[in-house]
């Protein structure tokens, strides 16, 4: 079955820097688009990237201003999202989501959700 | 950037009752659009896709319709675990966004 698994909760403090994986198992990691998408509390979700998986190449949300990287490592089925120059309204529930076959651009799968808390 | 917004915010209804939920997009998405159900601590779960396909498992009591820039997510006949936070999502321009959401509780 398919299992997105990302890491653990992190408590980080403004203009410090959070990377979050997120590990695939239960299906061709390399076939399918993964996205990253936030949750802060009481807001709507919100996205901000994907990455195919296959080949690499990556589409950000502009809302974020360059602050954040999604990346790949094939061998270990993992995807990455690090978000950069943290503030206090980043303090979210980060997800990883997979796009959804054919479209990839909809999320059929997706991890436990990893809390980021940005605070002084 | 697409603004989605959902009506109602809120919508109280019972068991076996038909709830009707909708999403308005700020310009045409033509049908890139889904809709997830959230429920409390746990992440969203694709119920339909673009716009009337339902999504793999997902029961017959759920479906989908509409296109441009109205859409409408009908729930059949509520079942105690359809209480829950309702969220539409456009692909078809990027940023992809979602709705506020609409709750629908007792």
């Known amino acids: 079955q398919v299992q997105l698994v990302q890491s653990g909760a992190e408590v980080k403090k403004p203009g410090a820097s959070v990377k979050v994986s997120c590990r695939a198992s239960?299906?061709?990691?390399?076939?399918?688009?993964m996205h990253w998408v936030r949750q802060a509390p009481g807001q709507r979700l919100e996205w901000m990237g994907r990455i195919n998986a296959g080949n690499g190449n990556t589409k950000y949300s502009q809302n974020f201003q360059g602050r954040v990287t999604i990346s790949r490592d094939t061998s270990a089925s993992s995807a990455f999202m690090e978000l950069n120059s943290l503030r206090s309204e980043d303090t979210a529930v980060y997800y990883c989501?997979?796009?959804?076959?054919?479209?990839?651009?909809?999320?059929?799968?997706w991890g436990q959700g990893t809390l980021v808390t940005v605070c002084s | 950037e697409i603004v989605l917004t959902q009506s109602p915010a809120t919508l109280s209804l019972s068991p076996g009752e038909r709830a009707t939920l909708s999403c308005r997009a700020s310009q045409s998405v033509s049908n890139y659009l889904a809709w997830y159900q959230q429920k409390p601590g746990q992440a969203p779960r694709l119920l339909i896709y673009d716009a009337s396909n339902r999504a793999t498992g997902i029961p017959a009591r759920f479906s989908g319709s509409g296109s441009g820039t109205d859409f409408t997510l009908t729930i059949s006949s509520l079942e105690p675990e359809d209480f829950a936070v309702y969220y539409c999502q456009q692909r078809s321009n990027w940023p992809f966004t979602f709705g506020p959401g609409t709750k629908v509780d007792i």
């Open positions: 989501a997979r796009g959804h076959y054919p479209s990839g651009d909809y999320f059929d799968y």
């Open positions: 239960g299906y061709t990691f390399t076939s399918y688009n």
